[in-house]
């Protein structure tokens, strides 16, 4: 460890000792010999509170101290994903940086334009900015970009995996791709993160180019012990004398966090707010101090950073009931324990989430897990029969002790977010020909997957009169049309992506409420919302508005088919668990009893001989045994021929129609290589900030490249035929 340390800087030399620390951490050390021996680009990898920022760090300051550049522009370039990310960072960097004369710059819409006014005229230090907030300095200072970065050594990219298949991600590769053309040189990138799925398409996302050339620094062992329960809870099992679900898991929540630092991930942000008053009631009925508090994006940043600020005063128990706010580093202090209410959709955000907990040395990592199931009748779908909702907790938990988390997704064409870099460009030089674009983005950039042929039907789309986002110059340069200048001038262009809007749901003239939407829908498909089955009869998707009437069958699910995409990968592992007879000893009696009615039920269906089961004489279920996405393009192919569908994790339920065929008919025909008509019917393709501005084969083009995968159909549909 002390040649690592004999690398570094004496005034870093100097802030290590002044925190007591007797060594430095192996990832750490193995970092500062990497970045001070080697131009290379690299990949941090260590868990939560694993010291990535300093093993990054501490050597880059280093060499800026020991060899200062002759030049102007910021000396390092920090991207965090979270403009209070960035807050955090920016303390723990100046505390390194105090006895040197490095600034150290925030850079975000919370950062006063007196500090932005002070570093633009003089460029030096850290600078510590947003993917949205660089975007902004390209598009306002395009002509100054080479000033600004002009001996930038190192970029360095915190949460890599918040960003590898993102339409930000995306963004901030165009954005880095960029600045190393403005400069005409590589800067080198270094990536931190806690949760990697499959590193090698890590590297290929931190250097497309030279993706073997990324080293890769992953810290080993070390890792806290692990204490994890899943409790099991039946819903409709009440009556006067007993309480509901949501009632014991806040009694026990209560009883087994009060008095420490706690995470209670519960879903959605009405869930939120129903655990945190529950909690709440609880205080005050013991006549306790309260120390339960909700946290998600809906809140004021006031009441956020009130919630954040109680997590790290030692002398307040604080438990955040949250969504996944809070998965991200944000130093919040040390936990007791990290508790999931019902399934989430990742393994890596289960993985994320858990790293929150046992940082402290000798403390354990405590994971509480409730599963949620409703209490079975004769009238029961097969949905509840199965507990999909604990099987899924088994199956991630199963995943997470192998080690395994969810691999980037491969490229998808990125249309929307296209669009949008071209607008920036354009913007930021004034105007562009289509040429050095195409160069820009697609050659050099991240967009390698769009062909001329598509990108010239998107500049036709954009550059419609009645879209006028661009123009044309009679000398052929593209410039901003009145619409794109509108847009581009607006502080809400900076942001590729858009808040998630939810889809209203309409039933005879009356609002049910709203939902999230993933999935590409059409008429005639079901959803299941409220405690009740409903049959999609339109869509509008610029009013985000879904028309439905009741379906007919009995009781829906109380859980299962909530948007999120699953990993085949987890898929496999609940049909795992529910055609093998071991009995995790993580598990509560009550969720050992629901384990053990799944496996019965599911035996009962006989789906280990036959993939395809009937439910009558006109429904049937197809265990289709895949994810989300592979999943929802053979219910889009098998709504196409005229039948109703309904999807769950991994099994469709399907219901012929009054003119559908043979349903053993239409798989033999896809697996044959019949796709049919996939898009038939499905109007909500708007599911980007952009895409509003594409024509309809552009759309589909680009759901084809990423929610749905028809290529896939002959293989998939023969594999169930097959069993």
Not at 59 to 69: E, H, K, M, N, R
Not at 691 to 716: F, K, N
Request: some cysteine.
């Amino acid at each position: 460890m002390s040649s690592a340390f004999d690398k570094l800087a004496r005034p870093v030399q100097k802030w290590i000792r002044q925190q007591g620390w007797r060594e430095l951490r192996d990832v750490q050390a193995r970092s500062i010999r990497t970045i001070c021996e080697t131009n290379a680009d690299l990949i941090v990898a260590a868990s939560t509170a694993g010291g990535k920022t300093e093993a990054a760090f501490l050597p880059l300051i280093s060499q800026v101290l020991d060899a200062p550049a002759n030049g102007t522009g910021f000396d390092l370039l920090y991207i965090g994903p979270l403009k209070a990310l960035i807050t955090d960072q920016a303390m723990r960097l100046e505390d390194i940086c105090q006895e040197t004369e490095l600034p150290v710059v925030p850079w975000h819409g919370d950062v006063s334009q007196s500090i932005k006014t002070r570093a633009l005229k003089s460029p030096k230090g850290i600078l510590l900015i947003t993917p949205e907030s660089l975007e902004a300095l390209f598009i306002r200072r395009g002509l100054e970009i080479a000033r600004l970065f002009g001996v930038t050594r190192a970029v360095v990219i915190d949460e890599l995996h918040t960003v590898l298949d993102s339409e930000r991600g995306v963004q901030l590769r165009s954005l880095l791709t960029r600045l190393e053309l403005a400069l005409r040189r590589p800067i080198r990138r270094i990536g931190l993160s806690a949760t990697l799925g499959d590193m090698e398409l890590a590297k290929a996302y931190l250097r497309p180019d030279s993706a073997k050339s990324v080293q890769l620094i992953q810290a080993e062992g070390g890792d806290a012990e692990l204490r994890l329960q899943l409790r099991g809870y039946l819903s409709g099992d009440e009556d006067e004398s007993s309480q509901s679900a949501t009632d014991a898991i806040a009694n026990h929540l209560f009883k087994q966090l009060r008095g420490s630092d706690n995470l209670v991930f519960a879903g959605a942000r009405q869930r939120v707010e129903i655990y945190a008053d529950r909690l709440r009631e609880l205080c005050e009925k013991e006549h306790l101090p309260q120390e339960f508090y909700p946290h998600h994006a809906s809140l004021s940043r006031e009441h956020r950073d009130f919630v954040e600020r109680r997590l790290k005063d030692p002398a307040k128990p604080t438990t955040a009931v949250c969504t996944s706010t809070l998965e991200l580093g944000i130093d919040i202090g040390d936990v007791t324990c990290v508790a999931q209410i019902g399934a989430p959709f990742s393994v890596a955000a289960l993985r994320q989430r858990l790293g929150r907990s046992g940082r402290r040395e000798g403390q354990p990592a405590i994971l509480r897990q409730y599963a949620v199931e409703t209490k079975l009748t004769t009238e029961s779908s097969f949905v509840d029969r199965l507990r999909l909702g604990l099987i899924r907790s088994i199956a991630m938990i199963d995943l997470l002790l192998e080690g395994w988390c969810e691999p980037p997704k491969p490229e998808a064409l990125h249309l929307s977010t296209l669009v949008h870099q071209i607008l920036s460009i354009i913007a930021e030089r004034g105007g562009a020909s289509a040429n050095v674009i195409y160069n820009v983005l697609c050659r050099e950039g991240p967009f390698r997957k769009v062909t001329t042929e598509v990108f010239a039907n998107v500049l036709r789309a954009i550059g419609h009169p009645e879209t006028d986002l661009i123009e044309q110059s009679r000398s052929g340069l593209l410039l901003l049309g009145k619409t794109g200048e509108r847009l581009v001038e607006h502080y809400s262009f900076y942001a590729v992506f858009q808040t998630p809007e939810e889809f209203r749901l309409v039933a005879d003239g009356r609002d049910l409420g709203t939902l999230p939407v993933d999935n590409v829908l059409v008429p005639g498909m079901l959803l299941i919302f409220s405690g009740r089955r409903w049959v999609v009869q339109e869509i509008h998707d610029l009013e985000k508005v879904i028309v439905v009437k009741p379906a007919k069958a009995g009781v829906p699910p109380v859980f299962g088919g909530d948007p999120g995409d699953i990993h085949d990968k987890v898929i496999e592992q609940m049909f795992a668990v529910l055609e093998g007879d071991f009995k995790p000893v993580y598990m509560d009696a009550v969720a050992h009893t629901m384990l053990e009615e799944a496996r019965a039920h599911y035996d009962q269906l006989e789906f280990q001989a036959n993939n395809i089961r009937s439910l009558g004489e006109h429904t049937w279920i197809i265990a289709t045994r895949f994810g989300t996405v592979k999943t929802s393009t053979l219910a889009l192919a098998l709504r196409s021929e005229g039948f109703l569908v309904e999807q769950h994790d991994g099994f469709l339920v399907v219901e012929a129609g009054d003119e559908t065929p043979d349903l053993q008919m239409v798989l033999a025909r896809l697996s044959a290589g019949y796709t049919g008509d996939i898009f038939a019917g499905a109007e909500n393709l708007i599911t980007e900030k952009f895409h509003v501005y594409l024509s309809r084969p552009l759309l589909e083009l680009d759901a084809v490249s990423s929610r749905l995968v028809p290529g896939l159909l002959p293989g998939m549909t023969s594999r169930i035929l097959q069993a």
